[in-house]
């Protein structure tokens, strides 16, 4: 069922003279039409029907489903709806849909929460909005690209201290279910030193949406956020445009020379969401399941995020789920690949209650060299090196294996590991401004 307000705006779109198709197949996902000319990526509305008959009325209610065109053979289109198809029938109408109308956005999106089609679901009437909202963001010259030369605070100590973060970087937050992924989000979301944080939750569970805009993102987090939310029940399509439209939302602001962290739970959902549509048309499946046009489209999105040429920046986290912890799933390698660092949480860190569980040494930031001042470099590196030596007899502790005194420089790193462990533990409602994570970073090796 669409909305009332989607209906009427999306019917005055029709055009009076373009002639109707009609429904001539519909198997799982993906629905075939006929008889008038669709274009890729075009949108159209799909007569529907029911028995049931609205009181007093002997007319049967008839409402119309939104649908995108995804691919067509000979004369005939394959379309995919937006929600759940109910009450289709055989040769039931299609309206091609022109769009005249782009979304309005502007200040005023700040605070709200809207689904894949950017309409909004939180009860607060219309979104206003000035400026027309660009669905696809002109790519940016590489050469005119603002570089990553700012530190992004994003509150989290083990990450501003040891895995800084620049203004326009793009980095994973990998790990297996229930690590803590979604935890550490709400925990940025709230300390990062932003304008405008744009969240997408994309596929994840109905119930974690309003636990996360409640709890994580709180009055003040959501003041200065705009939510994008197509949880799992949602078609593929409405989570394919749900990323989408988060990465358009977050362009706009960094264009009016906003400083915007895009964050995305999860970049998993979304390739699944491609998988299911490009496995629905047919595409044969490769590495996992996933079609080969999963992983050029990923670059693509991802390449959407990042600094323009203007003086605003635009940095963005996706989660990637490792799907039995395995750093080698598709989605991860790839994601590794075309990002500017990962954050890999640990579930052996998680199951001994250390959180955020971020596993330093699996862990990396590209552009730490380029935000980061020598002297934090020098000690990050030491304290790195010493939490390596440190596993190394970890293990021997308990069993009274290890003797002091044999190497000086395990000697110091046993000394120094509970300041170590301090610094990286931090609870869920602790902020850690940069400054002074790097003045504590200095103090822990003095
Ligand atoms: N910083 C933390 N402090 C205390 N407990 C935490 C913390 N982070 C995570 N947890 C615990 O781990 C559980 C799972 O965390 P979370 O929902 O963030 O995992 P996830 O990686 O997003 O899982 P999924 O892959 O299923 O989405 C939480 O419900 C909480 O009990
Ligand atoms: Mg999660």
Redesign the pocket.
């Known amino acids: 069922m669409i909305s009332h307000a989607l209906r009427r705006v999306e019917l005055g779109e029709v055009p009076v003279a373009t002639p109707t198709g009609r429904l001539i197949g519909a198997s799982g996902l993906l629905l075939e039409a006929t008889g008038c000319t669709l274009r890729t990526g075009q949108r159209c509305l799909i007569e529907t029907g029911s028995d049931h008959r609205p009181e007093g009325t002997e007319a049967p209610l008839r409402d119309w489903l939104a649908a995108q065109v995804v691919g067509f053979r000979d004369q005939t289109a394959y379309l995919m709806p937006f929600k759940k198809p109910d009450g289709l029938a055989a040769g039931a109408r299609v309206l091609p849909v022109v769009e005249r109308t782009h979304l309005m956005i502007g200040p005023q999106w700040l605070g709200r929460i809207v689904n894949g089609l950017g309409e909004p679901i939180d009860g607060l009437g219309r979104l206003g909005g000035d400026l027309p909202l660009n669905m696809s963001p002109p790519k940016v010259n590489p050469l005119r690209k603002r570089p990553v030369d700012e530190p992004l605070d994003v509150g989290v100590r083990a990450i501003n201290g040891l895995l800084t973060l620049g203004r326009g970087q793009r980095v994973g937050l990998m ?10 989000l709400g ?1 940025i979301t709230r300390n990062t030193v932003a304008d405008v944080v744009v969240v997408g939750l994309i596929g ?1 569970r109905g119930r ?1 949406v309003r636990e996360f805009i409640e709890l994580s993102l709180g009055e003040a987090g959501l003041a200065r956020a705009v939510v994008v939310v197509a949880p799992a029940d949602e078609s593929p399509l409405m989570r394919l445009r749900a990323t989408e439209l988060c990465h358009s939302i977050a362009a706009h602001y960094r264009d009016q020379g906003q400083h915007v962290l895009l964050l995305i ?2 970049l998993t959902r979304y390739a699944m969401a491609r998988r299911e549509v490009a496995l629905a048309l047919g595409e044969p499946p490769a590495t996992r399941g996933y079609p080969p046009s999963v992983f050029s489209l990923l670059p693509e999105l991802v390449e959407s995020a990042g600094n323009g040429e203007g003086p605003g920046s635009m940095s963005a986290i996706y ?1 990637v ?1 490792a799907e039995g912890d395995d750093q080698q799933d598709p989605v991860v390698d790839t994601a590794r690949a075309i990002l500017d660092g990962h954050i890999v ?1 640990s579930r052996a860190l ?1 199951e001994r209650g250390h ?3 971020i596993d330093v040494a699996q862990s990396i930031s590209r552009c730490m060299s380029l935000v980061a001042g020598r002297p934090q470099q020098e000690a990050a590196r030491l304290v790195k090196q010493l939490m390596a030596r440190f596993e190394q007899v970890r293990e021997l502790m308990p069993l009274g294996a290890y003797v002091p005194g044999a190497d000086p420089a395990t000697d110091r790193a046993v000394a120094l590991w509970p300041r170590i462990e301090a610094f990286l533990h931090q ?2 409602h602790e902020g850690a401004p940069m400054e002074q994570t790097v003045a504590r970073l200095q103090e822990l090796l003095a």
Do not use: F, M, N
């Open positions: 790990a297996g279910s229930g690590v803590g992924k979604s935890v550490l925990l994840e974690e739970d999860s989660t789920l949480l998680a959180y955020p569980a609870g869920t």
